[in-house]
């Protein structure tokens, strides 16, 4: 298998790189990961699909554990990622952009890791930066020339999904100080640390979380917001590829504690 060191993970409304690439079959312990290959400018990098290329599968039955097997499989070593989210914080409107910097867990019945015991000896995983502070910089930096504005870092909750989350759920998520809430990137990013991968997550406000305004959710506009933002997220992903990356300015590599 060739060996690719760049991935992006797209959410909710990011089905594709937006450029020519190939598909391909990867067989993981874990099960089987479809991804395409694309090539930028003479860097190859591997797209994934997270609910599929069809939207269908749902947050708590995605299998996060082969996903990011296959990613590892091909080398992949920086690796940046997509997530549709709903606003707990007013500075975060819907419509904006987010830096996922930190996050807090609520899901009840996915597989966290990758270590089970059994013959190995017990490891644990250190959760300082679980977002790499080197690609966040690099983020940061590229979203300027690509005219992109990050309202801020947020602290992401996760939630089991599918459901939504209720307005007693958000209001104690507030005071536990998530910005917004989302299904999906826990236990992407745990599994990514685990693996000793530099992950870090762009947040599309779709939607203000439930009871911070009036009415439901309108699932017609989360569409539109994500089709006005994916095309420039990608060409900044695609930007940041193009450089020369490395793990000398993060502890991504080294994360795994050993008792």
Known sequence: ??????????????????????????????????????????????FLARHGK?????????NYRANLKALQEFGVKQLIATVAVGSLNPDFPTGSLVLISDFLDMTKQR??????GGSEEVKHVNMNDPYCVNLRKHLTEAA??????????????????????????????????????????????????????CYASVGFVVNMATGMESGPIQLESIGDMLARNKEKVNKMFLDIFSKTLDQQNCGCA??????
């Open 254 to 259: 080294d994360s795994i504690v050993c008792l």
């Open 54 to 62: 069809e939207h269908g599968i749902p947050p708590h039955r995605i």
């Open 144 to 197: 300027k020339l690509h005219d992109i504005q990050f309202k801020g870092n947020a602290v992401y909750i996760c939630t089991e999904g599918p459901r939504f989350e209720t307005e007693a759920e958000i209001r104690m998520m507030r005071k536990w100080g998530a910005d917004v809430v989302g299904m999906t990137s826990v236990p992407e990013v745990v599994l990514a640390k685990e693996l000793g991968l």
């Open 1 to 46: 298998m060739i060996t690719i060191q760049y991935a992006i993970i797209g959410g909710t409304g990011v089905y594709d790189s937006g450029v020519a690439s190939i598909q391909k079959t990867v067989n993981t312990e874990y099960g089987k990961v479809e991804v395409d290959i694309a090539e930028v400018e003479g860097t190859s990098m591997v």
């Open 111 to 116: 597989p966290l890791t990758f270590f089970e």
